[in-house]
């Protein structure tokens, strides 16, 4: 599964490539690629998803619960994507372009990639509207003492990380647009029968 992973970040960095160079929306980019679709092992984070919900419910106000809950969603649906393509490519040595998208067409669950986009989007224009409201920052920052005695620093680090990227993007409706628009069209021409024959979809969007 690793091999994917460093294959989507690539893939990532390589579609995002003039997001990623824009004064206004590099950090913004850098925190997808890192935190949505880096390769890291994301092991601890897995174990604080599993107790996260009764443990914020006493820690954190009900917004950020329920941005955590979506995030826990997105992140247990991408592992088991992620999973289900490296079962495909276990053989593979590496990964290269045709044999992503032969496994990405093996693996199939169309639904379950429109929900994948429809829940990332959700989690950055959730937190683009959070940003506004300076009391619950500030309430965030008060709980990292707190967060860190239950166990939760690694949660309490990106939610502090994803605040403080989409505050200083100062509005973030076109660039999750940017970022909606080139994940529907790229899951749209991997499914297109014949889609490995022509394996430069990964690398011309947008």
Known sequence: ??????????RFARTYADLLASPRYAAASRFFLEELYGPQDFSQRDAQF?????ALVRLFPPEIVATVETLAHLHALSEGLDSAMGAELRDAPDVDAPGYINAWQAVGR???RDRQIVLTVSIGRTLDRLTRKTLLRHSLHLMRGPARAAGLGALQQFLESGFDTF????GAHEFLGQI??????LAAQLFRPGAAAD?????ELP
Do not use: C, S, T, Y
Not at 1 to 10: A, G, N, T, W
Not at 50 to 54: F, G, I, K, S, T
Not at 180 to 185: P, S, V, Y
């Open 1 to 10: 599964m690793l091999k994917v992973k460093h294959f989507q970040r690539d």
């Open 50 to 54: 599993a107790r996260v919900v009764p």
């Open 110 to 112: 169309a639904a379950d």
């Open 167 to 170: 505050r200083a993007m100062n």
């Open 180 to 185: 909606e628009d080139r994940e529907r069209r």
């Open 199 to 203: 394996a430069g979809v990964l690398g």
